[in-house]
């Protein structure tokens, strides 16, 4: 268990120094935003072993709740600010939340109507194999 802990914490400390370096080089995102990307690529290649490092990653997810401390700090130190601009910040978060919800699920919708008018989609397959002609038994009936 202990050993697929270390490997855990190794392979997302590498994945995030990775990433660190290709901001560094190119920019653009954040570096951890590149790190959680190539950590994707490598599990979904099976580079990294799914199954070494799931109980680390399950436990790191029933405790991330520490990781929105320094946040919550954050807010209390700047509470000046949001008693200034708490309407205009809720609103925004509002209204873009709302925008991006209505823009992926017409996206998802464009997608899904696309697929159902596939000529080739999962109806037209199963009438072609019943269309085709049946094989012949091996029993032994003349032709």
């Known amino acids: 268990m202990m050993k697929n802990a270390l490997y855990s914490i190794f392979i997302i400390a590498l994945c995030l120094i990775l990433g660190k370096i290709i901001d560094a080089l190119i920019g653009g995102l954040p570096g951890s935003l590149y790190g959680m990307l190539i950590f994707t690529t490598l599990l979904h290649y099976k580079i990294i072993s799914e199954a070494r490092i799931s109980a680390t990653i399950a436990w790191l997810i029933q405790h991330m709740g520490v990781c929105f401390v320094p946040a ?6 700047h509470f000046d600010l949001i008693k200034t601009h708490g309407i205009t910040l809720v609103s925004i978060i509002f209204v873009t939340t709302f925008l991006i919800f209505t823009v992926v699920g017409l996206l998802y919708q464009s ?12 109806e037209q397959k199963g009438s072609e194999q019943k269309d085709s002609k049946p094989l012949k038994s091996s029993g032994g009936e003349p032709s």
């Open 72 to 77: 919550g700090v954050g807010i209390i130190n």
């Open 111 to 122: 997608e899904l109507d696309k697929k159902s008018h596939d000529p080739k989609g999962p």
